[in-house]
């Protein structure tokens, strides 16, 4: 008699989240292996064109002739993305460009694992395992993680504010400061979920996590303000002073290009930090901030949701709103808002959304921003139009997400 052949069922499958691990990576992987970076006349190819690798790994070959950065040269960066640069130009940069843009790539790559990872277990500890299980697949699915870990380090910001907030979750304190105060090293931005936290573990639990996080960050800066306080102090206030750009306020201001510095050679001066290339702001950053702090006071004081989905509805909120008023836009900001989108709103308009928001993004860099080579980098002529249809639907679209969160913070938990 003929063996019964094996069968199994759809959900099996569906809920298998190794499985979806070795789809995502080996999906990643194989667009790396078919589509290599390398520089080739000059001109960046293969699957990093467009992104920072090529600028990490110039400020990186400073290191060959022992240039170390923030006592050589400054970043406006903390300062683990510049010891980055400069561990992996070490390791396989040497050789040339495309052997360290794949190692950052797999080292990003890594994080965007652990990143679908956090998605499931947040997902399932707010939602439910089945509810987890689909957002992961959601998520590996979507276009904008699968571009940025061949772009920047901003996956490794991502991991560490999804890391602090599912340790905040699950009171485990320590490592939730730990991590909070390593990913204020990166980016500054995990440092946010401390208004999380002070709005729902008020009390030892916060002074807890805000002692160890403060610790952690305030050893690193301590030591290299030490060491060369002129180039520390840019990776402090140097955001603070680029002109605005890709925002609602940069077409106030007329400024219509990128946020980026000057050249390499630049940031051996740390004047040139502070150096304002562009119109000065209509509206002052400090007005912003005051606004955006004073909104952040009434969505604290209004919140009437104090369960777990409450903290991530705070954090993403939260989140959103410092995108919001700051001067400047980056497409790289997706891997933070994307995963805390998708688990706030787990519907298939909220999907959509996102969909949406990475499309407004990338419609707007690259596609547009690649068509200003002749004018130096500025959007000029037709492309104006187009440009400020795609920013002021980009922030739209964030306000939208605000308006969700907000009406999901005034509604109370309802009790299993």
Known sequence: MKRAAETISPSALFSDFRLLVILAVSLRLLLLVVHQPIVLDGGERGITAGGDFLTYFQLGSLSADGLLPFRDWWSEFPPVPSALNVLLFQLGGRAGYTGFAMLYGLLMLACDALILAQV??????IHGAQTGMALAWIYALLAAPLVLIWWTFEPLVALTFLLGLRWLLEGRDLRA????GFGALVKFTPALLLGALLRYRAG????????????VFGVVYGLLFVQNAAMTAPSVTAQFSKASYQTVWALLDGNYRTG????IDERLDPANAAVLIGNPSVVPGWLRLAAAAAIGLLIFARTRRFDDKGMVYFAAITLVIFFLQAQGWSPQWLAQIVPLLLLAFPTRDGILTIVLLSAVT?????????????TGGVMTGALVTPYAILVIART?????ACVGLYQKLRQKAVLA
């Open 362 to 374: 990338f419609a707007e860099y690259p596609f547009l921003w690649i068509r200003t080579g002749d």
């Open 120 to 125: 499931r277990a947040i997902g399932s500890r």
């Open 204 to 215: 030892r639990s916060f002074a807890r996590v805000a002692v160890v996080a403060g610790a």
């Open 177 to 180: 400061g730990a991590m909070i």
């Open 396 to 400: 739209l679209t964030l306000v939208g």
């Open 260 to 263: 980026n510095f000057g050249s």
